[in-house]
Every structure is written in C-alpha cells, then in structure tokens.
C-alpha cells in the first residue's frame, strides 16, 4: 500500500498526528501546585475505594506454624510517641460509646470472659518490613455483640492513652480474625506492645493496629480519620 | 495491519522521500504516559523504599543503600506513598490499554519475540558490540530489538503482579504465594524496577545512535528514510 504526496501536506499530516498527543500533556497538572494536592487526594482516595471493594470478610490472612514466629525479643516495638504511656493497668477499662446498646466501661475480665482466639499472623508495616507475631485475643466482632453495637454503623473508632487514635470499617472489625488483642505469644501485653489491650488485625496494615486502648466508639460519621491517616497516610489500608 | 508508506515529494527540489507509518496512536499515547508513570512510580518507589532500605529482618536492621531524598519524590513516606497509588492507576491503565490495542489490532507483530526471530539475534549482537556488519533491516524492528522490548513489556506485567501482591497480601495471598512470600515480593518488585530502569537506559542510548527521524517517529507516527521496504 503505497500512496503519494508533498513535502508541505506531510508536514500537515505529521502535526495532526502530533496534536493528537495533547492527552499525555493533561498529567503536566500534576506538576501545578496548585492542584497537586487534589488530585493525590483523588488517586489515594481511589485506591481506598479499590480496596474496600477487593475485601472479602470471608477470605483469611494466612496463619503460620509456631516454627515460622518472628523472635518476640524481634518483634519491632513502632509507637509515635513514646513506649510506655504509663498505663494504671489496676484502673483501666475501655470506655464505650456511640452506637450501642450496653455503652459504658469495661473491664479486661469482662473482655476476657469471651471466647479467645489465638492466631500467628504476619504483622506488615507501612514502611517495608514484616514480622511474623502470635497473638491472642477476643473477637472484635464477639465484643460488639456484647455491647450491642449497631454493626450496621459505618466506622468503629478507638482512642488510646498516647494520644494515638484511629478508625475502622464495620466491615473489617467484623472480620473473624479482627481482634481485641490482650497477649502476645502467649502472655499478658507488655506496656510497649500497648497494654493491656490492642487491636490486631491481619487484614490490615500496621498503624490501623492501635495499642494501650482507652475508648472505643461506633459510629456512622467520622470527624478524624485516625493519627497517620489525618496526615496523608491512606484511610483504608487493607492488606 | 498493512503497514502505510507514502512518497514524499519536496515542493522546492522535487526529491522523492519515503515515510512508513510505524507507530499507530494507541502505541504512541500509550509509550508516552507510560514514560510519565514510570518516572513518578520510580521516584515515589524509591521514596517508600527510604523508611525501610533493607530486604532483611527489622532488628537487626541492615541498610542495602541509603538513597539520596533529593532523587525521591513524594518528600516523605507519606507522600511517596500517594504518588505511588496514584500514578499506578495510570500506569496500569495505560498497560491494558497498550496490551488489548496490540493483541486485537494484530500489531503485536511488530514487537513480539517469536521463535522464527531466534536466529537473527546473534549477528545483531555481532554488529551492536562486535563491530561486525550490519544485517539487512526486514521490519520496524530487528530481532534483537523485538527481544528488549518483549521483555520490557514481560517486567512492566510482572512489576505490576509484584506491586499487587505487596499491596494486597492477604486478599491475593495466592499471589504473594507464588513469590515466596510478602517479604520475597517486595525484592522481587524492587529487583524488577532495577531490571525496567536497565532496560530504559539502553532504549534511551539507542534513541541517540538512531537519529532524529527514528526519534520523531513515536511523535508523530511516521519514519522518513526507513531503512527497511515494508511489504
């Protein structure tokens, strides 16, 4: 297939083809200030969005044998602020609230008088390193059955005696492996792997699993997302 | 898809050029935001790799490079991290894009390794860094070439399977499985990028030697001079 033409319509031609190459300068927005931010928003809010469809609450993290465990003496203690909170663990309890029917504070033997789960679950930090950990607990979902949370609620938020805080989808703390974690390799939390009481949950990634909880809220409307996450770090995260 | 020659004739000499349309527009579009996205996921990449610079355990940590900030982009985790799952998006995007287009119009011929091209691989290496002659041009692409960009499109699907199996571990732990692992993938991912960087590194030396015509056509679609006879 061969045709013919000039040097001045080729010219033509060429620039059309070119022009049809404008596309390509529309990801020159990204290097405008101005709306930079936006639209990261927009990328990191659409990969939450991916996320929280790609979860199946029926599908588990995988589990490991005890031969497989990272050392405890191995098992990085990651916190924001410092190790110990100093925590009267003679005094603690969980206050709860939002939306359930039995609000109020609760003890750890309260907690502890459920069910208890012992899992060896790979723990993924956001910042590149992994560990395998063996954790025991009470199911989050058993726990909001005793209190009588609305599980139709959107958000489950925890506070915790650092300052720390954080936020959770209904659909991830109903997860059966999603737990109200009281020991670490079989015994009682230490004060730097947030006793007495944290959340382990193998389905997300590491600074979704707050420690030395305080409070714990259900919820339909979020006012912050959570430490990390009011601060660019993905709401949703789920591994 | 036949490929298009057209005869030029110069208005002022009257001299008769020939131009071969060699790269249709899904290709063009879809090389050039993959530029982009490759660029910003590097730099983003690097910028994530910055928290935890290591393959080993967390404790002990041993450091594999401290990568300078200043050729990182995002200014910290965080921000690396939102370029990252942005710019994957359009990078996966354009991949399908560039995969389906290829795969439907039948113009994967151009560029796909086959058996039959085996043979002409090694006087090409003979002329490339031997200094040995230069074998008769028959396509777009000589064997050689069509191997590199192959392969450069088997790293771009294999960077985006190890990058799912990091970021979804346990939703597609079948994934992370057949890599070994979490830990393992995120080599794997970090290997790949070395691999596609490689890769981008000889491309852009061979834009050099190849000229100006060969350079302005994935801008505009068509080579002047080509040095092969298209059928």
Known sequence: ?239 | MATRTIEIENVKTGEVTEAVYEHPFIVRLCHWVNAVSLFVLVGSGLQIFRAFPSFGAKIPQKDLIHWPKAFAIGGWLGGGLQWHLTFMWIYIGSGLLYLGYQIFSGNYKQVLFAPHDIPGVWPMVRHYFFFGPKPAAKGAYNPLQKHAYTSAIVLGVLSVLTGIAIWKPVQFSWLAWMMGGFHYARLWHFVIMWAILAFVFGHLVMVVLHGWNNFVSMFTGWKKDPEYRPE
């Open chain 1, 1 to 239: 297939m061969s045709s013919q033409t000039d040097s001045r319509r080729f010219r033509s031609i060429s620039r059309r083809e070119l022009l049809k190459l404008t596309p390509v300068v529309a990801l020159g927005a990204f290097a405008v200030p101005k709306v930079q931010q936006k639209l990261l928003k927009t990328g990191l809010g659409f990969s939450d969005w991916a996320s929280a469809r790609l979860f199946r609450s029926g599908h588990l993290a995988p589990t490991f044998a005890d031969s497989e465990l990272t050392p405890f003496s191995k098992f990085p203690i990651n916190d924001y602020d410092v190790d110990d909170p100093q925590v009267d663990l003679d005094q603690w309890n969980l206050a709860v609230g939002g939306a359930v029917q039995k609000p109020g504070n609760y003890t750890l033997a309260q907690i502890q008088s459920l069910p208890k789960i012992t899992q060896n679950t790979r723990h993924v930090c956001i910042e590149g390193w992994d560990v395998i950990g063996k954790f025991g607990g009470t199911r989050l979902s058993d726990f909001l059955k005793m209190i009588g949370a609305d599980t139709a609620a959107r958000f489950l938020t925890v506070e915790c005696a650092d300052d720390y805080y954080e936020s959770l989808d209904m659909a991830t703390a109903l997860h059966p492996q999603t737990l109200l974690c009281y020991e670490m390799y079989g015994r009682p939390l230490t004060r730097e792997h947030g006793a007495p009481l944290r959340l382990n949950i193998p389905t997300k990634i590491g600074y979704k699993q707050a420690k030395y909880l305080t409070d714990l809220k259900v919820t339909n409307v979020l006012q912050k997302l959570g430490y990390w996450e009011d601060q660019g770090y993905s709401e949703f995260y789920g591994l």
